[in-house]
């Protein structure tokens, strides 16, 4: 079978993606986040060995405080171009991405490798040309400074945007038996089976891969909906993908983002339950011991360009060319995403902490809620209300978020503080002060505890 001609130039569009580094500052990697524990950082210079990385890369990792022993690591892989591989310094300081870390007692790592402008992105974004080794490395070091060794043997989970799909995706054809799920938005490998002629070096695909959870994560305004834009081969290139590995029986599905492009819009609040599912099926109890087999009594199927999912039982297509759904929770939350990206929520976040006060300035911690991650703080005083933080939630490619996003799904820099200074507080009046989380559907917490001036 021949490798359709659109889909090798829509992943070299992604692969040289530009449109997200418009307005970076130079040189882009010299503003870095502070990496104090729980957040540890290992940098690599580039190599000039054969086979070995040629460019420079930041790994940054969280821990989460208070744990032991580790069960896993979340990866969370940016794009191509100058503007992505920056984006990438901030992963690990996402508190939503945290939030599905801690539950899975796992690390949550980013990368940042540090592309120049119109480089080769193949060069990382392939994990033969040595960005698997330069990242199985950083698990040792980074397991020798965070003070948890066993970071090097652990599972992982495998969350990659445009060519972060490419190399998240490579690296379940090279290791499935690492990879407990991935999720690879807008961007796919390309395997042996289907191409005869490609400047992209194409994957075998093992059986291991097959037992492999993978969901393929195109914008509909990539050549689904809208067959002429830059990006319009992504849809073909993952449309082959899902049938070459489903065809074979592979746990592979497709959920079709209704609203996009490139950019990464909402898929979290489908793909943070999904990587749930998934972990929970997955990981072992005892850390060290292999990945469980993902189960499949209780599958759900559904049509690839969206629809209705039904039990695998009940459905009336080819199972091997339906999207793979491991169970009814997962094909509900398929089901919402697929059609207007809002996936329901009933579930409260978790009440802020830590709250203090100091002069006029408050401060406090919180964790994301799990399924909608956190939009705002509402402010009391006194019992009323006082203010919102931030005053205006943004983020200019999906729901407004408190820590704000880059194009590849990051909190942006300076990241954004838990802090609010009363301006209008009266002098020596001894006033008491909540904080309420708020999530991106709405739902908010219940007050922390008061906090008093001191």
């Given at each position: 079978?021949?490798?359709?001609?659109?889909?090798?130039?829509?992943?070299?569009?992604?692969?040289?993606?530009?449109?997200?580094?418009?307005?970076?500052?130079?040189?882009?990697?010299?503003?870095?986040?502070?990496?104090?524990?729980?957040?540890?950082?290992?940098?690599?210079?580039?190599?000039?060995?054969?086979?070995?990385?040629?460019?420079?890369?930041?790994?940054?990792?969280?821990?989460?405080?208070?744990?032991?022993?580790?069960?896993?690591?979340?990866?969370?892989?940016?794009?191509?171009?100058?503007?992505?591989?920056?984006?990438?310094?901030?992963?690990?300081?996402?508190?939503?991405?945290?939030?599905?870390?801690?539950?899975?007692?796992?690390?949550?790592?980013?990368?940042?490798?540090?592309?120049?402008?119109?480089?080769?992105?193949?060069?990382?974004?392939?994990?033969?040309?040595?960005?698997?080794?330069?990242?199985?490395?950083?698990?040792?070091?980074?397991?020798?400074?965070?003070?948890?060794?066993?970071?090097?043997?652990?599972?992982?989970?495998?969350?990659?945007?445009?060519?972060?799909?490419?190399?998240?995706?490579?690296?379940?054809?090279?290791?499935?038996?690492?990879?407990?799920?991935?999720?690879?938005?807008?961007?796919?490998?390309?395997?042996?089976?289907?191409?005869?002629r490609s400047t992209i070096k194409p994957h075998n695909l093992p059986d291991a891969a097959l037992?492999?959870?993978?969901?393929?994560?195109?914008?509909?305004?990539?050549?689904?909906?809208?067959?002429?834009?830059r990006f319009g081969g992504v849809w073909p290139a993952n449309e082959v993908f899902f049938n070459?590995?489903?065809?074979?029986?592979?746990?592979?599905?497709?959920?079709?983002?209704?609203?996009?492009?490139?950019?990464?819009?909402?898929?979290?609040?489908?793909?943070?339950?999904?990587?749930?599912?998934?972990?929970?099926?997955?990981?072992?109890?005892?850390?060290?011991?292999?990945?469980?087999?993902?189960?499949?009594?209780?599958?759900?199927?559904?049509?690839?360009?969206?629809?209705?999912?039904?039990?695998?039982?009940?459905?009336?297509?080819?199972?091997?060319?339906?999207?793979?759904?491991?169970?009814?929770?997962?094909?509900?939350?398929?089901?919402?995403?697929?059609?207007?990206?809002?996936?329901?929520?009933?579930?409260?976040?978790?009440?802020?902490?830590?709250?203090?006060?100091?002069?006029?300035?408050?401060?406090?911690?919180?964790?994301?809620?799990?399924?909608?991650?956190?939009?705002?703080?509402?402010?009391?005083?006194?019992?009323?209300?006082?203010?919102?933080?931030?005053?205006?939630?943004?983020?200019?490619?999906?729901?407004?978020?408190?820590?704000?996003?880059?194009?590849?799904?990051?909190?942006?820099?300076?990241?954004?503080?838990?802090?609010?200074?009363?301006?209008?507080?009266?002098?020596?009046?001894?006033?008491?002060?909540?904080?309420?989380?708020?999530?991106?559907?709405?739902?908010?917490?219940?007050?922390?505890?008061?906090?008093?001036?001191?």
């Amino acid at each position: 079978m021949r490798y359709p001609r659109c889909t090798i130039l829509g992943f070299m569009l992604c692969s040289m993606l530009l449109v997200e580094a418009a307005d970076k500052p130079k040189p882009p990697y010299d503003v870095f986040p502070p990496a104090t524990p729980p957040y540890y950082r290992v940098r690599y210079d580039a190599s000039t060995k054969a086979g070995e990385l040629i460019f420079p890369v930041n790994y940054t990792i969280w821990i989460p405080p208070g744990i032991t022993t580790l069960r896993g690591v979340i990866v969370h892989q940016h794009g191509c171009g100058e503007g992505s591989c920056r984006s990438g310094l901030t992963g690990a300081y996402d508190l939503h991405w945290q939030a599905l870390a801690r539950k899975h007692d796992c690390a949550l790592l980013a990368p940042s490798y540090e592309q120049p402008d119109k480089a080769d992105c193949q060069m990382w974004c392939d994990p033969r040309n040595g960005s698997a080794a330069a990242f199985q490395k950083c698990l040792v070091d980074l397991g020798e400074k965070s003070g948890h060794p066993e970071l090097s043997k652990l599972p992982w989970a495998l969350w990659g945007h445009s060519g972060g799909g490419h190399w998240a995706g490579g690296m379940v054809l090279l290791h499935p038996e690492r990879v407990a799920a991935a999720w690879l938005r807008s961007g796919v490998p390309l395997l042996k089976a289907n191409t005869t002629r490609s400047t992209i070096k194409p994957h075998n695909l093992p059986d291991a891969a097959l037992k492999v959870p993978v969901m393929c994560n195109p914008g509909t305004k990539e050549g689904l909906t809208v067959k002429d834009s830059r990006f319009g081969g992504v849809w073909p290139a993952n449309e082959v993908f899902f049938n070459e590995i489903r065809a074979k029986g592979g746990l592979v599905s497709v959920a079709v983002d209704p609203l996009s492009s490139h950019e990464c819009g909402n898929q979290r609040y489908f793909a943070i339950p999904w990587f749930d599912a998934c972990l929970t099926a997955r990981l072992p109890k005892v850390s060290g011991e292999k990945l469980k087999t993902m189960p499949t009594d209780g599958t759900w199927l559904g049509p690839i360009t969206g629809g209705e999912a039904v039990p695998a039982s009940k459905f009336t297509g080819d199972p091997l060319k339906a999207a793979w759904l491991p169970n009814e929770a997962v094909a509900k939350g398929w089901m919402e995403y697929v059609k207007d990206t809002k996936v329901s929520d009933t579930t409260l976040p978790p009440s802020p902490t830590q709250v203090r006060l100091i002069g006029n300035e408050l401060t406090w911690e919180a964790q994301a809620d799990l399924e909608s991650g956190l939009a705002h703080f509402v402010i009391e005083r006194d019992g009323k209300f006082l203010a919102t933080v931030p005053e205006v939630a943004k983020n200019p490619f999906g729901r407004p978020i408190f820590q704000n996003l880059q194009y590849s799904d990051t909190p942006t820099q300076p990241l954004v503080p838990m802090k609010y200074i009363d301006t209008n507080a009266e002098a020596g009046k001894p006033h008491t002060y909540r904080v309420i989380a708020v999530n991106t559907v709405g739902l908010k917490s219940k007050p922390s505890e008061e906090a008093k001036a001191k």
